[in-house]
């Protein structure tokens, strides 16, 4: 396994006008759970081609282990990859589809045997080591997928390009939370890509943010939720995303950091008052219920204020149309930029 | 109004009645081959396995053909002509209904400035993204100006940003309109998002119809308390009862507290082995066991769990469905 380093990496497609990745500059640790979490156009499909050597950089550099693996072939940087939807050989049975990899790389029988048998024990499918592979649900199939790309004890690097699209969603966590039990147990390098909020934050100790071909922050699942480095983390994070309020059009002052244009707030981090103890004053204009809470409704309100729309989460008590205040609890301050300022109360 | 009559959603269901008000925002729910897609293709008059009798404010149209029904339709795998424009899309049905030009026109614009197309209008399809021609799809649906329109999981496909974004649009726009709108989906949000009225399918049948907020609080069943719940209820079965006798009670995810406190004094306590967690930022999920039963606990915010740990878990009394013998 390897740690695996990007240095200043760019990409442009042939005949682009522009970058699709600009400087990208980030670290994964030896064995460590990473994720790489962006909307669709992010540059992140650009990225995981750069590093699984489908794409050559334009300029910057690629580190496994300290050594410059730029120029060098897929096939010589020992990338294995998990793709959206499971890739086996239909016609043969579990055993041999794990078997593959090691089969074309001439490793000795004895050996292949004894891995296939590790990967198999570690993944709960013994037992169906002799089914065929049609035979097998997509659950299964991702599984024997997955198997596959962790065969080779010579891997420097798991890719995984959205490995869950295809599972149906009650089944989307068992798969997660087995790939994550064999990265902790193996010591595997993960790079997991996705656009999916709950997936990036429930399978990475780090998790990159990807926005327009830049890297915007890597960092916790905890802090890219509470503490977002740059506007767009902190809406594109969460459902609804993060409300922003131009500082200036706040009622009554809040402590700011010098340079504050604008304040952000989780539709958690606000309650609705009387007006004249508010931040900011608005009209209810719509309510989408969620559920009950001690028999009271609760979900998301969304608000029209002089200061933009909202979204405040929390009981539902005010009625549409009716004129409310909202209280900021917690708050983050942030720059013309859109880069998060140090805030007060830190 | 849109009366089905003695309605069979494949041969050997259950046949009933519905009624979808004029003008009404109705969410259809139920799981994957539930008999969703076979509802709007019976409305439709398109080939499939559903029969029934169709009347639409009084007149029977079972036996119209789909061309001569006020019905527009549109299917998870959207269609756009894609050697057409945005503009010549959305004018298409109107064309075709023989509109005059300066009319038509006037209404391309008033609904891309609806459904955020306005910038797009000379456009072709495949110039748009995944979530622009889903709404030029709907865009196109509403120029026909069908007194019905099925969205048949229109969302379906689209990141979670995207979903968000349109689920609120979709909500001020359709609840505008005086069309009956049917919209199907697995996702009890939806329904909680955009529904005036929801109906629940089971295995081709009807289980339940109401507003969200009675059938999220009066479930008739079981299987009714789990379609409109995300994630999935919480069983009260032990290991030794059958399942099919046991599903009296259950819980919702969200009604599981990691504390008592603030309960008040009508409670109950489980002990829960915890097998893993999901989370969001904003809420997380906790699976794991509880006598026997998978349960899931759904919480506000990022909670830190580690498999194998023991839980203590309670439920107000209060929020406990009870059902009768089945």
């Known amino acids: 396994m390897a740690l695996i380093e990007l240095q200043e990496l760019t990409f442009r497609y042939p005949g682009a006008a522009a970058d699709t990745l600009t400087p990208v500059s980030l670290s994964v640790a030896d064995s460590a759970a990473f994720a790489l979490l962006g909307a669709s156009g992010a540059g992140k499909t650009t990225l995981l081609n750069l590093l699984s050597g489908l794409l050559r950089p334009t300029s910057g550099r690629i580190l496994f282990n300290g050594e410059d693996v730029s120029t060098w072939a897929g096939r010589q940087r020992n990338v294995a990859q998990v793709f959206q939807f499971p890739v086996l050989y239909e016609s043969m049975n579990v055993a041999d589809n794990l078997a593959f990899p090691l089969r074309a790389r001439k490793f000795q029988a004895a050996a292949i045997k004894q891995r296939v048998e590790v990967i198999a024990s570690e993944l709960n499918i013994t037992d169906q080591l002799g089914h065929k592979a049609s035979q097998l649900s997509l659950f299964q199939k991702q599984l024997i997928a997955i198997g596959r790309a962790l065969v080779r004890p010579d891997v420097s690097v798991v890719l995984l390009d959205e490995p869950l699209t295809a599972v149906e969603p009650k089944m989307k966590w068992r798969l997660r939370r087995t790939l994550r039990r064999v990265q902790e147990e193996l010591g595997v390098t993960m790079i997991y890509v996705t656009h999916d909020q709950t997936e990036a934050l429930t399978f990475a100790d780090q998790v990159a943010v990807m926005g327009d071909g830049k890297v915007l922050q890597v960092d916790t699942p905890e802090r890219i939720y509470n503490r977002p480095l740059h506007e767009f983390v902190g809406y594109f994070i969460g459902s609804p995303g993060m409300n922003f309020v131009p500082s200036e059009q706040l009622h009554s002052s809040l402590s700011l950091v010098p340079g504050t244009k604008r304040i952000g707030f989780r539709p958690e981090w606000a309650t609705l008052h009387a007006q004249n103890s508010a931040h900011i004053n608005g009209r209810v204009t719509a309510q989408q219920l969620q559920g009950t809470d001690g028999g009271g409704l609760v979900g998301v309100q969304r608000l029209a204020t002089e200061a933009g729309d909202l979204a405040v989460r929390g009981n539902l008590q005010a009625q549409v149309g009716q004129t409310v205040g909202v209280r900021l609890e917690q708050y983050l301050c942030f720059s013309q930029q859109g880069q998060l300022l140090v805030t007060p109360h830190e | ?326």
């Open chain 2, 1 to 326: 109004m849109l009366h089905l009559h003695h309605t069979r959603l494949a041969p050997d269901a259950e046949a009933f009645e519905h009624e979808f008000a004029s003008g009404t925002l109705n969410v259809v729910l139920g799981r994957n081959r539930s008999g969703k897609t076979n509802l709007c293709r019976l409305i439709a008059g398109l080939n499939c396995s559903a029969k029934g009798d169709i009347n639409l404010d009084g007149e029977m149209i079972s036996s119209l053909r789909p061309q001569a029904r006020s019905v527009a339709v549109v299917f998870q795998a959207f269609v756009n002509y894609p050697n057409w424009t945005v503009a010549q899309n959305i004018a298409s049905p109107m064309r075709a209904q023989g509109v005059a030009r300066k009319n038509c026109s006037a209404r391309v614009n008033q609904l891309a400035e609806v459904l955020g197309l306005e910038n797009l209008l000379q456009r072709l399809p495949n110039e748009l993204s995944g979530g622009q021609q889903q709404r030029l799809a709907i865009a196109r649906a509403l120029a026909q100006q069908a007194r019905v329109l099925l969205l048949d999981e229109p969302l379906v496909n689209l990141d979670y940003k995207l979903r968000e974004a349109l689920v609120l649009e979709l909500q001020g726009l359709l609840q505008q309109t005086d069309t009956t709108v049917i919209y199907t989906t697995t996702d009890p949000k939806d329904a909680f998002a955009l529904g005036d009225q929801v109906l629940l399918l089971d295995d081709h049948c009807k289980l339940q119809a109401g507003s969200p907020l009675e059938v999220y609080q009066r479930p008739v069943g079981f299987i009714a308390a789990d379609l409109m719940s995300d994630p999935g209820v919480n069983a009260f079965v032990t290991p030794a009862t059958l399942v099919a006798a046991a599903r009296h009670a259950a819980v919702r995810p969200e009604h599981v507290h990691l504390s008592a406190e603030a309960l008040g004094s009508e409670f109950s306590s489980f002990d829960m082995q915890v097998q893993g967690q999901e989370t969001s930022g904003d809420e997380t999920f906790i699976h794991g066991m509880v006598d026997g039963n998978r349960w899931v606990i759904r919480r506000p915010g990022m909670v830190s769990v580690t498999p194998g740990q023991r839980l203590s878990v309670s439920v107000r009394t209060d929020d406990i469905l009870r059902f009768g013998v089945a």
